[in-house]
């Protein structure tokens, strides 16, 4: 992969939003049938230079041409952001000059018309020597149906054109061909000519409100021309949508309330390179109105203000159509004396009263008309006058030229926007999406106003893609750089966020020092912030992908690729690169090579027992492993083994029990006795956390098997850990214990701080459990002793899911001694820990844990708001029975305290119905205890108590189990009931 090819910007294959014209004579043969083939063979060329000058005249281009149609498109390659507007124009032109065109026959001819716009992928070929542009994709398609569907003499455009156009059009619903419903594809009927907005329909030009912009508000306000005061010229630079032109707006409304005379200027993509357009444009706008009738000469007009002659024959060297005289004339003034003439002709016209001018876009306002406008901020008048300029980055330089002061409009703050947002929106139910609007329009406000318009005419915004407006406009953008700096922006739309200005000259093959005249283009047309500690960005997310949807299939490779071979030479050691490398291996086509970099990234992710990204990693290698089939499956199985503990972590639980099964048919067929062995453990903690226990413990005890075999103490741990809690949920606590008291001693010495590709440290883990099996049985001392030595162990390895799981037995042991203030305390932090890292699985029983600790010191309400937050959330809807049920204990504890009796009984119960399905006998103690308890408290006569007194005696007499101190009736006193 050569520097050039990547550097250049040369490519096979352009992509941009662009709008196509398709059209045809309707009824050819009517007129060809009867008439000798030379004329036949005129009325095609007729209409052949007729479709090109008319598609021409307004900037476009005719691309295709084969008998009695073709094809034209617009925004390329001279890149207009008005390109629908000129389409339609150049359409509507084109049906207006037919109908006074007749056939061979007499007939008249007229044409059907198809228009819609949408990303086009652009490429020249050779055809008989010559180029030739050949359109491929969809958008030529649908231009094509609906140039098919048109009547003769009409004009269909899309609903997509008619959103990209900036122009007012009178539409009305044309009637869809079956085709075009097969796609739907809605067609609007174009019934006259695109016209500008005129200065009298400012409000209607910008609808959105000015939010957040006082300081600039109140500085245009002050500047406004009154009688007695100076003069003024003020320019406002900002990127495109940012919300200039709608402060300048104001401004003018402004000024017109006032009385004061407002003159625009618009600028021009098609004027741009015509000298003095907007200064013509002006003086003649200004001529038009003093104007009493056509007969008046053009003299006599500039007579009128008493300029002087040397100024009056300026003007009409510019205005007029030039005699052979004036013509040498002409010759002999420069471009300062044009200029001038420009100038005071414009304050003789306009200057008889305070007047603001405002100029828009002045990136498109040929450089002449900037000399004029500078010279005429300089002009001191008696009467005074606001020169207001907008323009976008790349024009700061000129319009520091002109104004006496520049003002940076910045994209708005997240709140501004979302203010902005419920304004646009008002009268509809936007608060769920508007959160996802303003991060998706990043400070933008026009790209907020699309997608919130997208809603208000009844669509469903894709956020995935771009507004086609928002796209448009920097695709235009991407094509005015020079050819480095618009391949630049293209690849640093793909290398990342913040990319090293040596790892971006690697992947382009050129120094630094070249590359950063490329960067100081970026940087001139706001495409990247400036340079920050030798790295660099795309201002916005929106501009990459903008930029990213221009580059073709092979070039992208061809980034990608190199981006790879840069970071390997680079950084040979890879640390926290597999990631990356992985991304652009995938890009460059190598999914092999792809999936072997997200393993990597996949380990080092489980290292740093960083749940959420592991999980993320998983999903980037289903895609990959997706696309690579049955040679991939080994690699699957290492995959969603890897990943199993962290989506357990994250309640991923309809993941896993997507893939388990697939993954214990295929350890089966390989013959992989170790994996076949891990499959069985992470089978027996989903049974588990899902209370299925007997198929858990039928698992878990052929993987104890397996393991012993092996001697593999990782899956020794794996299968026993994942067995005693079957067990003690199954209600065999005294065996749970026998089996977790071995485990424990296993995990001492060497193996006290080795992680085994566990998610936690398993010795931690399993004192934590441990812990929690001893109180079940009475043994609340030992059991705070387990929960201590778990806990010392992971802060010394720190290892947060470790603590977490550590604390969580702590904090339930202090609950039953009684020690409510500590527990509170330590399962905040525990809550903290796991809310930090993601640990989603555990944060409902933290939370229930936590709402009852707090409910026993006097702040029930405190608990019941972390209570509605979980669910809030919807943890309980992705985490383990045994969660969910600790998670409505403490929501129960937390409303009866609070004095909600009736609602707490109720959740109450709903924790015990959990209890009874999964056939746990702890959670039923513990549930029927609690009840008790409560109903001691409040209503000592309930009938209620002795019942669930007695049941519970009876299922702790039945498994050997010791329930928590509850009110006893017949004695009155507090007792451990064995």
């Known amino acids: ?139 030529v398609n649908i231009a094509a149906k609906l140039q098919q569907a048109a009547p003769g003499g009409g004009i269909l455009i899309s609903a997509q054109t008619a959103k990209l156009c900036r122009m007012r059009l009178t539409l009305t619903p044309g009637e869809p061909s079956e ?325 971006a000259a690697a992947v382009m093959g050129i120094g630094e020092e070249a590359l950063h005249d490329d960067l100081a283009a970026l940087e001139r047309f706001a495409f990247i912030h400036p340079l920050s ?102 690699k699957y199985m290492d995959f969603v083994l890897m990943a199993f503990a962290s989506m357990v972590q994250l309640g991923e639980f309809d993941k896993v029990n997507l893939h388990l099964p697939r993954v214990m048919e295929l350890v089966r067929r390989f013959d992989r006795p170790a994996l076949t062995c891990s499959t069985l453990s992470q089978l027996g903690m989903l049974c588990w956390f899902e209370g299925r226990y007997a198929e858990g413990l039928r698992a878990t005890e052929e993987g104890i098997a397996i393991a012993r075999a092996l001697e593999s103490p990782a899956l020794i741990f794996s299968n026993q850990i994942m067995q005693s809690n079957i067990l003690h949920g199954m209600g065999d606590v005294h065996r749970a214990i026998t089996e977790q008291r071995a485990l424990c001693v296993m995990l001492t010495g060497a193996l006290e701080t080795a992680r085994l590709g566990a998610a936690g440290i398993p010795s931690a883990t399993a004192l934590a459990f441990m812990s929690w099996f001893l109180v079940d049985v009475g043994q609340l001392d030992e059991g705070l002793a387990f929960a201590e030595r778990g806990l010392a162990i992971a802060v010394r390895a720190q290892d947060p899911y470790s603590e977490a799981l550590a604390r969580n037995a702590l904090g339930r042991n202090l609950l039953l001694l009684g020690r409510n203030a500590e527990a509170a305390t330590c399962l905040a932090i525990a809550r903290g820990i796991s809310e930090r890292n993601g640990y989603d699985a555990i944060r409902p029983n933290l939370a229930g844990r936590a709402a009852a600790a707090l409910s026993r010191i006097g702040r029930a309400r405190e608990g019941l708001e972390i209570v509605e937050e979980c669910l809030r959330l919807g943890l309980h809807q992705r985490t383990g029975q045994l969660e969910v049920y600790n998670l409505h204990i403490g929501h129960a504890e937390a409303l009866y305290r609070s004095g909600d009796t009736v609602a707490g009984l109720d959740k109450l119960a709903e924790a015990l119905a959990i209890a009874r399905r999964t056939g746990s006998p702890c959670l039923i103690v513990d549930g029927l205890g609690l009840r008790a308890r409560l109903l001691a408290e409040t209503v000592p006569a309930d009938p209620r108590i002795d019942e669930d007194l007695a049941e519970r005696d009876a299922i702790c007499r039945r498994h050997g189990l010791v329930a928590a101190p509850a009110f006893n009736r017949r004695k009155g006193v507090r007792k451990r009931v064995a």
């Not at 990127?239 to 625009?264: M, N, Q, T, Y």
């Not at 003299?299 to 024959?313: C, F, K, V």
């Not at 740093?608 to 999903?619: E, G, P, R, T, V």
């Open 533 to 634: 500690q030798h790295a660099t960005h795309l201002r916005h997310q929106i501009i990459a992908e903008a930029c990213a949807n221009t580059i073709g299939r092979d070039r992208r490779r061809q980034i990608h690729g190199a981006a790879v071979a840069a970071i390997l030479s680079r950084h040979p050691g890879l640390n926290g690169r597999h990631q990356q490398l992985a991304f652009h291996a995938e890009g460059a086509g190598d999914d092999m090579a792809a999936l072997g970099y997200l393993w990597e990234a996949g380990l080092e992710a489980r290292r740093s027992s960083a749940a959420a990204s592991l999980n993320l990693i998983f999903d980037r290698a289903l895609q990959v492993i997706g696309r690579l089939g049955a040679a991939a499956d080994e």
């Open 1 to 139: 992969m050569g520097a050039k090819s990547l550097s250049s910007g040369t490519a096979d294959s352009e992509r941009r939003i662009v709008t196509v014209l398709a059209a045809d004579i309707a009824n050819s043969t009517q007129h060809i049938v009867d008439c000798d083939p030379e004329d036949a063979l005129q009325l095609f060329d007729r209409w052949f230079e007729h479709f090109r000058e008319t598609v021409e005249r307004v900037g476009g281009k005719l691309v295709s041409y084969e008998g009695d149609g073709g094809i034209a498109v617009f925004g390329w390659p001279t890149p207009f952001e008005d390109h629908a507007d000129r389409a339609c124009a150049a359409a509507w032109d084109l049906q207006a000059t037919a109908a006074s065109r007749t056939g061979p026959g007499g007939k008249p001819i007229r044409f059907r018309v198809g228009i819609h716009s949408g990303l086009a992928a652009l490429r020249r070929v050779d055809r008989d020597g010559r180029p030739y542009l050949n359109t491929v994709g969809a958008t």
């Open 179 to 503: 085709a075009l419903r097969a796609i739907d594809a809605l067609p609007w009927k174009l019934d006259a000519r695109p016209e500008s907005d005129t200065a009298t329909e400012i409000a209607q030009r910008y609808r959105s409100p000015i939010v957040g912009r006082h300081a600039e508000v109140a500085l245009l306000a002050a500047a406004l021309p009154r009688a007695g005061r100076p003069s003024r010229s003020i320019a406002l630079i900002g990127e495109p949508g940012v919300g200039k032109s709608r402060l300048a707006f104001a401004a003018v409304a402004d000024a017109v309330a006032l009385g004061v005379r407002h003159l625009i200027f618009f600028g021009d993509a098609q004027k741009r390179t015509t000298p003095f357009a907007a200064a013509r444009g002006l003086i003649e706008g200004l001529l038009d109105r003093t104007r009493p009738g056509p007969q008046q000469s053009l003299r006599d007009l500039l007579a009128g203000p008493r300029l002087d002659e040397d100024d009056i024959r300026a003007l009409e060297i510019a205005l007029a159509a030039p005699q052979p005289r004036t013509r040498r004339r002409s010759a002999t003034l420069t471009q300062n004396q044009l200029a001038r003439a420009f100038v005071n002709g414009f304050c003789a016209l306009a200057l008889d009263r305070p007047t603001i001018l405002l100029i828009e876009d002045l990136h498109q306002v040929d450089t002449e008309s900037r000399l004029f406008l500078r010279l005429l901020a300089e002009r001191q008048t008696e009467q005074p006058f606001l020169l207001l300029l907008t323009g976008r980055p790349e024009s700061r330089a000129e319009a520091c030229a002109i104004a006496s002061m520049a003002v940076s409009i910045d994209p708005l703050p997240a709140a501004d926007m979302a203010s902005l947002g419920r304004q646009l929106g008002a009268g509809r139910d936007m608060e769920a999406m508007l959160e996802r609007f303003v991060a998706r329009a990043d400070g933008i406000p026009f790209v907020l106003e699309e997608l919130v318009r997208s809603v208000e005419n009844g669509e469903t915004p894709a956020l995935s893609t771009l507004p086609p407006t928002v796209e448009s406009a920097i695709h235009a953008r991407l094509e005015r750089l020079p050819s480095g700096g618009k391949a630049l922006a293209q690849a640093l739309s793909l290398l990342g966020e913040n990319v090293d200005i040596g790892f």
